[in-house]
């Protein structure tokens, strides 16, 4: 676990390659709940003119510091305004800064990002990685439920308010996070039991399952200019999850999956 005087210091590295556009630290740092494993994470908010502005400089930065796993994200300062990302951070000033939810497009991230680690999951052979896309899974399920059974403004998203809104009879998924929070083994659990409770949030978050503007400009803006023309004529998150759902129903090769939707499945610029 890094000290409050290391983060400060890369905190302020960051900000002065950054200039004016301002850096927040988030993550389990910001949320009071790091452990010895956990990442770094930071948000660099900036105009759509800068959006690809510091990516060498930023990788370049990052290299002073092998070993410590470092994730910067890029977030375009309307985006961040209209709640299109989840954001929620302090400022090198120590200010507390949160971009409002869009609910639709976090519930849908979130499913797609319990899918996606589904596949990591099932392709990989080595437990301690399993272990980790089984929290990554559970948490993801957690969002989803916080968001949509919570009333009034959604709070931070921690894992210690996460677990309040876990259903009783989801115990793996709860058990998952507690582990995770206390810095414990994860217990391991089978696919079978994973895709059960994939299936039954998917069908709980019916709802929020319908075509989102803001999700197909976010997608659209980033691989339209690769040349990547997949997603101009379909619902992105429609045809991620339909990719995946369809794929765990007839048994497909998981892992060729994975390797396709590995690039797709994030429309963020991560660093």
């Not at 796993?69 to 090198?92: C, E, P, T």
């Not at 369809?246 to 998981?254: G, N, T, V």
Request: aromatic letters at 12%; charged letters at 20%; a positive charge.
């Amino acid at each position: 676990m890094l000290s409050r005087e290391f983060l400060h210091a890369l905190h302020n590295e960051l900000q002065a390659l950054t200039g004016k556009c301002p850096v927040l630290l988030g993550g389990s740092y910001v949320y009071g709940e790091p452990t010895d494993h956990s990442d770094v994470d930071f948000f660099v908010l900036v105009p759509w003119y800068r959006l690809f502005s510091f990516r060498s400089v930023i990788r370049d930065w990052k290299m002073k510091y092998p070993a410590i796993l470092i994730n910067i994200m890029i977030v375009q300062k309307m985006a961040f305004h209209l709640g299109w990302y989840y954001v929620y951070g302090r400022d090198s000033a120590g200010r507390l800064v949160r971009a409002p939810i869009h609910k639709q497009m976090m519930v849908m991230s979130a499913l797609k990002l319990a899918y996606y680690n589904f596949l990591r999951f099932a392709a990989s052979g080595d437990q301690k990685e399993k272990s980790l896309s089984q929290e990554k899974i559970a948490q993801k399920i957690a969002i989803i439920y916080t968001i949509v059974e919570h009333t009034g403004p959604t709070p931070p998203l921690a894992t210690s308010r996460l677990i309040h809104y876990i259903p009783t009879d989801l115990e793996w998924v709860r058990a998952s996070l507690v582990a995770k929070q206390k810095g414990n083994p994860i217990l391991p659990i089978s696919e079978t039991t994973i895709i059960e409770t994939l299936d039954r949030v998917f069908h709980h978050s019916r709802p929020y399952r319908c075509f989102s503007p803001a999700t197909y400009l976010i997608y659209n803006l980033k691989f339209l200019p690769r040349g990547k023309t997949l997603f101009l004529w379909h619902n992105p998150d429609t045809m991620i999850l339909q990719k995946i759902r369809r794929a765990i129903e007839k048994k497909s090769d998981l892992r060729q999956l994975l390797t396709e939707l590995t690039p797709l499945i994030f429309p963020v610029i991560i660093i």
